[in-house]
């Protein structure tokens, strides 16, 4: 027997929807009184019964004569699989044993249960009828197969008292043989009207005005106006990216978010805005590392507090959804004083770009210090600074970092290609001196940094940039100072493309592994498995997209007379893939936004 009910009645049902079936209205309980069937009037106690006499009051006895009470059945209460006498009173009198209920109920319940005190006392603003009455109105008290040991299905139980052909107008016409009543509906009362679960409603469904978002019902489904962000933005307005600003990628639905249901509640909620959770806690089921950061010990204050202090939730002026810009935001906290200026080696405040050294969620280091160190900074700042914020050695020049980073001058020495920034830029164009959030002290995202000098390979509205550009970076692709290769490739031709996207390149190790292609860069097994791979044939030439289209080479007499195709010279992966951006995640030549607009170039009808 498997025993899975709890010491407490548990909500019955999701506390939320999540708008694919629209419930029940405010004015239901307002109207309950004309629409009630049938409700029990309040239970007398129950009465001694005589029962057999038994030499001890053991589990094991009672299971012997009442075992149809719980065998077979999911969930079973636990007191009554535990200890019968927590419930039942066994008392041995002259003329023989009798049992009876240990309590009268529902007193007897409150005894495990006591959080449903004012449901049963009937203190709340919405109480619900049947719950004063007796438990056993819904629940069963041994066992059964429904969630909370009810008697029955939800919808049935509900039935019981409610004509549901009487409510289908209060609702809208939005009820179904699928309806969950206690998606928003309180089972056993609540503070709120009409019994709902809680305290803030949207406008329409306040209103009972479901029309609004909901069309007529198809059998079991419930059907909206519109899908996606269209419905919401049909009221609420659209939000568009301003220059230079920031729209949040859940407003648009991008990257698998669910749109403005990622964080609203499109019926009710107990947060303002009908936010499903209004903590940094809501942020974090996306942002998972930067809620991480917050929450710890050595996070920022008002990051672990309330994200909504410097950041806009839907679209901002500032990149990251920023409310100001740099130090503007941080000055809102911290102002400009003469220790913040001793600490900065005497620069003015206001000047400086506070997330150029801090990490603004939190870090391990002192002082928020930003996860990418500059050795010299924990040294001391004379190593690169004469006395002064604003005086640098070398005049920050590339001859200041390569006293230490001999390598990098090397490769500008020795490297067949160059990187063209070598040469014209200094190193703190693409790296931070100080301190930075990402690896090498890089100053952005690699996409972003790089995207300064080579805006064309950059995924314009409408364009699909090739994923390891966001996952990894340009340099999982290219060398970042210098190489052998044409346009600082680390591969050869397709090898480069075939070290991520061929399975036999591949080898998985664990969910908590890194895969390493070309034995230069880190991605974590779960991106990794997630990620487009080939089975090609045995010599890696046939396979994709079809079994016998080639891949790479030329292809033979033999296989140009079996297709009719104008294709002429040799295939690599950039024939029919560009390796930065496509109107398709397949990233495809020829600007097309799927295979058939890409076959036809070399397949023509």
């Known amino acids: 027997?498997?025993?899975?009910?709890?010491?407490?009645?548990?909500?019955?049902?999701?506390?939320?929807?999540?708008?694919?079936?629209?419930?029940?209205?405010?004015?239901?309980?307002?109207?309950?009184?004309?629409?009630?069937?049938?409700?029990?009037?309040?239970?007398?106690?129950?009465?001694?019964?005589?029962?057999?006499?038994?030499?001890?009051?053991?589990?094991?006895?009672?299971?012997?004569?009442?075992?149809?009470?719980?065998?077979?059945?999911?969930?079973?209460?636990?007191?009554?699989?535990?200890?019968?006498?927590?419930?039942?009173?066994?008392?041995?009198?002259?003329?023989?044993?009798?049992?009876?209920?240990?309590?009268?109920?529902p007193a007897l319940c409150l005894g495990c249960h006591d959080g449903l005190t004012p449901s049963v006392e009937r203190t709340l603003e919405s109480p619900h009828p049947p719950v004063p009455d007796s438990c056993v109105n819904c629940h069963d008290p041994h066992a059964g197969d429904q969630v909370s040991l009810l008697a029955s299905s939800v919808g049935e139980i509900c039935a019981g008292c409610h004509d549901r052909e009487s409510l289908?107008?209060?609702?809208?016409?939005?009820?179904?043989?699928?309806?969950?009543?206690?998606?928003?509906?309180?089972?056993?009362?609540?503070?709120?009207?009409?019994?709902?679960?809680?305290?803030?409603?949207?406008?329409?469904?306040?209103?009972?005005?479901?029309?609004?978002?909901?069309?007529?019902?198809?059998?079991?489904?419930?059907?909206?106006?519109?899908?996606?962000?269209?419905?919401?933005?049909?009221?609420?307005?659209?939000?568009?990216?301003?220059?230079?600003?920031?729209?949040?990628?859940?407003?648009?639905?991008?990257?698998?978010?669910?749109?403005?249901?990622?964080?609203?509640?499109?019926?009710?909620?107990?947060?303002?805005?009908?936010?499903?959770?209004?903590?940094?806690?809501?942020?974090?089921?996306?942002?998972?590392?930067?809620?991480?950061?917050?929450?710890?010990?050595?996070?920022?204050?008002?990051?672990?507090?309330?994200?909504?202090?410097?950041?806009?939730?839907?679209?901002?002026?500032?990149?990251?959804?920023?409310?100001?810009?740099?130090?503007?935001?941080?000055?809102?906290?911290?102002?400009?004083?003469?220790?913040?200026?001793?600490?900065?080696?005497?620069?003015?405040?206001?000047?400086?770009?506070?997330?150029?050294?801090?990490?603004?969620?939190?870090?391990?280091?002192?002082?928020?210090?930003?996860?990418?160190?500059?050795?010299?900074?924990?040294d001391g700042c004379e190593t690169c600074h004469e006395g002064s914020f604003d005086r640098v050695v070398d005049d920050g020049g590339s001859s200041l970092c390569t006293s230490c980073h001999g390598d990098v001058g090397a490769t500008a020495t020795d490297a067949h290609v160059l990187h063209a920034a070598m040469e014209f830029t200094r190193c703190v164009d693409c790296h931070e001196p100080h301190a930075s959030a990402r690896d090498k002290l890089v100053r952005r995202a690699e996409g972003g940094i790089c995207a300064d000098c080579h805006e064309a390979q950059l995924a314009g509205e409408g364009e699909v940039a090739h994923g390891v550009i966001e996952l990894v970076g340009c340099r999982a692709c290219h060398e970042p100072h210098g190489g052998e290769r044409p346009k600082l490739l680390r591969a050869e031709g397709s090898a480069l493309c075939l070290a991520c996207h061929d399975s036999r390149e591949i080898e998985l190790r664990s969910a908590a592994a890194r895969t390493t292609p070309l034995q230069r860069f880190g991605v974590p097994d779960a991106l990794v498995a997630a990620t487009a791979t080939l089975a090609l044939s045995p010599d890696g030439e046939q396979g994709h997209p079809l079994d016998h289209h080639r891949v790479l080479g030329v292809p033979t007499a033999q296989e140009l007379k079996k297709i009719d195709t104008t294709f002429e010279g040799e295939f690599t992966c950039l024939t029919c893939h560009d390796p930065h951006k496509g109107r398709s995640e397949k990233i495809l030549q020829w600007n097309a936004a799927n295979s058939m607009e890409a076959c036809v170039n070399c397949h023509p009808k």
Not at 215 to 220: A, H, K, Y
């Open 1 to 105: 027997m498997q025993i899975r009910a709890a010491n407490t009645v548990a909500a019955v049902g999701p506390a939320r929807v999540v708008g694919r079936r629209f419930i029940a209205s405010l004015r239901v309980v307002a109207l309950c009184a004309g629409l009630l069937v049938a409700v029990r009037l309040p239970a007398a106690a129950v009465q001694p019964r005589e029962h057999p006499t038994l030499v001890r009051a053991d589990p094991a006895l009672c299971a012997g004569c009442h075992e149809e009470l719980l065998a077979g059945h999911e969930q079973v209460h636990l007191p009554a699989a535990e200890d019968c006498t927590t419930c039942h009173e066994l008392v041995r009198g002259d003329a023989g044993m009798t049992v009876a209920l240990a309590d009268d109920e």
């Open 168 to 378: 289908a107008e209060v609702h809208g016409g939005q009820l179904t043989d699928a309806t969950d009543c206690v998606s928003c509906h309180a089972p056993h009362g609540s503070d709120h009207g009409g019994m709902l679960r809680a305290s803030h409603q949207h406008v329409p469904f306040a209103d009972g005005s479901c029309v609004g978002c909901h069309r007529e019902p198809f059998g079991d489904r419930i059907r909206l106006r519109a899908r996606g962000e269209r419905l919401c933005t049909a009221c609420h307005g659209k939000f568009e990216r301003p220059d230079g600003g920031s729209l949040h990628p859940a407003v648009a639905g991008q990257r698998g978010r669910a749109g403005c249901l990622s964080c609203h509640d499109p019926h009710m909620s107990d947060n303002h805005a009908l936010l499903l959770d209004a903590t940094p806690a809501g942020c974090a089921t996306c942002h998972e590392a930067i809620g991480a950061q917050a929450a710890a010990e050595s996070g920022h204050a008002p990051a672990a507090d309330d994200c909504a202090t410097c950041h806009a939730p839907h679209v901002a002026e500032q990149p990251a959804l920023l409310r100001w810009a740099g130090g503007d935001l941080c000055s809102t906290c911290h102002e400009a004083s003469a220790e913040l200026s001793q600490a900065h080696l005497g620069a003015d405040p206001t000047t400086l770009d506070c997330t150029g050294c801090h990490d603004a969620h939190g870090t391990g280091h002192p002082s928020l210090l930003a996860r990418t160190l500059h050795p010299p900074l924990l």
